[in-house]
């Protein structure tokens, strides 16, 4: 078994469909045609094979062709590499897909047309039936061959520590790992958390990023340092924003230092994140300004916030 990293285009749909806005913004293949092979990546759709299969970017080696691997997928932010899934077990391989899913993936295409975010070949396309037929003609781009119980899709991503994969890797290729570092990698997992959140793609770096912020927020050690630290200064939790106090609210004492909630305040994509989270960068937040503050584009500081909703 041998051992890999693959970083992976960025998705703000998580791997399941191509998202727009993106031609002309880079100059690799997204920037040119406006979609990549992967953007269907954690779809799920089986082949006729019994298995899935994902697209890299880089093509495998004949030598390469007769191993199996264990692949770490991930995408790049500003603050580092995250992990967004597994593919063990893999192998190389080309099948093909059931008719209604090349449909299905047709219908991606033609969205990206109608926001004017297609180019290439695709784009002179008008017909469902020649854009599904164009894009079963191309599944040999389709290499990695992993049975679906052996792709990891992880519901939050984490954050990748720059020592296993640094910032200064920017390619879409193959990463050679050891076995160590791979499980190293997959033990980051078994503390991770996951949360539902409803993502706006117009956040900085997408769903991603703000997907990784969610995480930091729930470092539970993190959190306790930050929320004792808050109660010696100020003697008891209360909203930094709106100044809400759940004992004084409730008219119940016991509810004293309970329900605020720590928010991490600079963006991981802010030029002055430095990838490290302190306890300086945690605010307390009742749950209402909590919520709200995460709807808001761009981004709003604690201090912006409370200033424009409650000055």
Request: proline fraction near 4%; include cysteine.
């Amino acid at each position: 078994m041998e051992y890999r990293y693959h970083r992976m285009a960025p998705n703000t749909h998580e791997w399941r469909k191509p998202n727009s806005g993106r031609l002309g913004k880079s100059h690799d293949y997204l920037g040119e045609n406006g979609f990549g092979h992967e953007d269907w990546n954690f779809s799920r759709d089986v082949w006729q094979d019994g298995r899935c299969h994902l697209y890299l970017r880089q093509r495998p080696s004949k030598t390469d062709r007769s191993k199996r691997f264990c692949i770490a997928l991930g995408d790049r932010t500003e603050a580092g590499h995250v992990l967004v899934g597994f593919a063990e077990n893999v192998e190389f391989g080309i099948s093909t897909l059931e008719r209604q899913v090349w449909l299905r993936r047709a219908r991606n295409i033609l969205d990206l047309k109608k926001e004017d975010s297609l180019a290439g070949v695709y784009s002179a396309l008008t017909n469902i039936d020649d854009i599904a037929r164009a894009l079963e003609d191309e599944n040999e781009a389709a290499w990695v061959s992993v049975a679906p119980n052996d792709l990891l899709i992880l519901d939050t991503p984490i954050l990748i520590p720059s020592q296993v994969i640094g910032l200064n890797y920017k390619r879409y290729q193959l990463n050679k790992l050891t076995r160590t570092q791979y499980e190293a990698l997959r033990s980051l997992t078994s503390s991770s958390s996951t949360v539902a959140e409803e993502r706006s793609s117009d956040f900085p770096e997408g769903g991603m990023v703000e997907k990784v912020h969610r995480v930091r927020e729930r470092d539970g050690a993190l959190i306790r340092k930050a929320k004792e630290g808050f109660i010696h200064r100020e003697g008891a939790l209360f909203c930094e924003a709106c100044g809400w106090r759940p004992d004084a609210a409730f008219g119940v004492a016991s509810l004293k230092d309970t329900i605020i909630e720590a928010h991490h305040d600079v963006p991981l994509c802010a030029p002055e994140h430095t990838g490290t989270t302190k306890v300086g960068d945690l605010k307390m937040l009742c749950p209402n300004c909590h919520r709200a503050i995460h709807r808001f584009r761009p981004w709003l500081l604690v201090h912006e916030f409370r200033k424009r909703f409650f000055s």
